[in-house]
């Protein structure tokens, strides 16, 4: 499974960096995912779409996030990153990775809280 993490609480304007890992996965599993995504859920909300990653490189971005927030990975480290800058309370969320078919069991999230 992936397991996120990086989370916390930050003041409006500033800056956190999320991983996702996937630690017991064999290098060709973890690739095998892409494309893959962030997701979030804020209090009271459904699980959204925040970016996508394809396995070239590739990135999309929900309107809500674009110029703010940037999608990476390190596949030699199984990883994939969500750099998250100019942070505004409506970011408050969960956020979850997943391949974009949703193929894994959904992790525990890892929580981010923007405060007003």
């Known amino acids: 499974r992936l397991v996120e993490s990086g989370g916390g609480l930050v003041q409006a304007g500033g800056s956190l960096r999320l991983s996702c890992v996937g630690p017991?996965?064999?290098?060709?599993?973890?690739?095998?995912?892409?494309?893959m995504a962030w997701y979030r859920q804020r209090p009271g909300k459904e699980r959204e779409l925040v970016a996508t990653l394809g396995s070239r490189g590739v990135t999309n971005y929900a309107d809500f996030v674009k110029g703010r927030f940037t999608i990476s990975k390190d596949n030699t480290k199984k990883t994939l990153y969500l750099q998250m800058n100019r942070l505004e309370p409506e970011d408050t969320a969960v956020y979850y990775c997943?391949?974009?078919?949703?193929?894994?069991?959904w992790g525990q999230g890892t929580q981010v809280t923007v405060p007003s």
């Open positions: 017991r996965m064999i290098l060709s599993t973890f690739t095998g995912l892409f494309p």
């Open positions: 997943n391949s974009v078919t949703n193929s894994v069991s």
